[in-house]
């Protein structure tokens, strides 16, 4: 069936360092591959996303890397800072299956200051 | 130009009442979606709507129930309320086109069911 699973469920990283929070999946016919951000309150917020019939996509200050081979998804988070500090939660999508967004359990990362 | 609202925030049940959780999408969305989040987890998708039908559904018991009206809003029902409905009621509104997978949520209603 479909799902998509973290490897690691909290991070803790140093302010200015880079991030990597990493996910897998099992679902090879998915089309899309997302990640979002939920701040304590709020709901999860959009990120970046990649096609599958990509490898590598860059966004501001954040790098989504997709290797098909061994199923495997992470979210790069150059020089992290406080406000980074939230949970991450990859998640995928068929294109036949419009707008349905399945979500992984998510990884929290936690920013020192 | 307002984001995705919900209403109420926070309401608590007892079991086997029901519950009515409202959303408005973000303007010029017509797609709506509704997902729960139990504490810890990531969101689980309950089901879609688009021009007021239901398009899509995840594996959610028919106690869930949904509507779209013709401004976008739409609205979700949950029956005979049971403790493990307790959970973060999220929608999410998107545009019909592709491209990019960005769907707009709210904050949530959180439900209690005592």
């Known amino acids: 069936g479909e799902s998509v699973g973290l490897h690691l469920p909290t991070l803790s990283v140093q302010e200015g360092d880079n991030s990597i929070i990493n996910c897998a999946y099992s679902?090879?016919?998915?089309?899309?591959f997302i990640w979002y951000k939920q701040e304590s309150g709020k709901g999860p917020q959009f990120i970046i996303d990649i096609r599958s019939n990509m490898d590598k996509r860059q966004g501001q200050r954040v790098t989504v890397l997709l290797n098909k081979t061994v199923k495997h998804l992470s979210l790069q988070i150059a020089a992290t800072q406080p406000g980074d500090s939230a949970v991450y939660f990859c998640a995928e999508n068929k294109e036949t299956s419009y707008d349905k967004v399945i979500f992984g359990p998510g990884t929290s990362l936690s920013v020192i200051p | 130009d307002a984001g995705v609202t919900q209403s109420p925030t926070h309401l608590i049940k007892t079991r086997g009442q029901q519950v009515t959780l409202r959303c408005s999408p973000k303007?010029?969305?017509?797609?709506v979606s509704w997902y729960q989040q139990a504490l810890g987890q990531g969101p689980q998708f309950i089901f879609q709507y688009y021009e007021e039908e239901e398009r899509q559904r995840g594996n959610f018991p028919d106690r869930f129930s949904g509507h779209q009206f013709p401004n976008y809003s739409s609205e979700l029902n949950v029956n005979a309320l049971l403790l493990g409905d307790s959970a973060l009621y999220l929608c999410a509104s998107s545009e019909q086109h592709r491209g990019v997978m960005e769907l707009f949520f709210g904050e949530g209603s959180r439900l209690t069911v005592l």
């Open positions: 303007s010029g969305h017509d797609t």
């Open positions: 679902n090879s016919a998915s089309d899309y």
